[in-house]
């Protein structure tokens, strides 16, 4: 389909009833791995249709990629999880220099 927000926007709203699904469903280790899988790519798909949107600092891509880190620290793959929440803190922060920039 088409790369718009509103398909972003599904995609990252899918992966967090994956996200969901998985956190009721723990007690089936095999389901939960699906799940866990099907909610990491869901949120890779969305912030993927996001960055070609927006860019790759753009604030817009924290929701997603905050879910993506907090499923993966849930999970115990608290390595990976580190990548979405440095990219967080550089899109703050580059938002906050750029505000900073506009208000001079």
Same mark, same amino acid.
């Given at each position: 389909?088409?790369?718009?927000?509103?398909?972003?926007?599904?995609?990252?709203?899918? *992966?967090?009833?994956?996200?969901?699904?998985?956190?009721?469903?723990?007690?089936?280790?095999?389901?939960?791995?699906?799940?866990?899988?099907? !909610? &990491?790519?869901?949120?890779?798909?969305? &912030?993927?249709?996001?960055?070609? &949107?927006? *860019?790759?600092?753009?604030?817009?891509?924290?929701?997603?990629?905050?879910?993506? *880190? !907090?499923?993966?620290?849930?999970? *115990?793959?608290?390595?990976?999880?580190?990548?979405?929440?440095e990219?967080?803190?550089?899109?703050?922060?580059?938002?906050?220099?750029t505000?900073?920039?506009?208000?001079?």
């Amino acid at each position: 389909g088409p790369d718009t927000d509103e398909v972003a926007e599904t995609m990252f709203h899918i *992966g967090e009833v994956y996200d969901q699904m998985n956190r009721a469903d723990e007690a089936f280790v095999a389901q939960s791995n699906t799940l866990v899988d099907e !909610a &990491l790519r869901m949120y890779t798909q969305s &912030l993927a249709i996001k960055e070609t &949107l927006h *860019g790759d600092k753009h604030p817009s891509l924290c929701p997603v990629l905050t879910s993506n *880190g !907090a499923l993966l620290m849930l999970v *115990g793959r608290s390595a990976e999880a580190l990548e979405p929440f440095e990219r967080i803190a550089a899109i703050i922060e580059a938002s906050l220099d750029t505000d900073d920039k506009q208000s001079r």
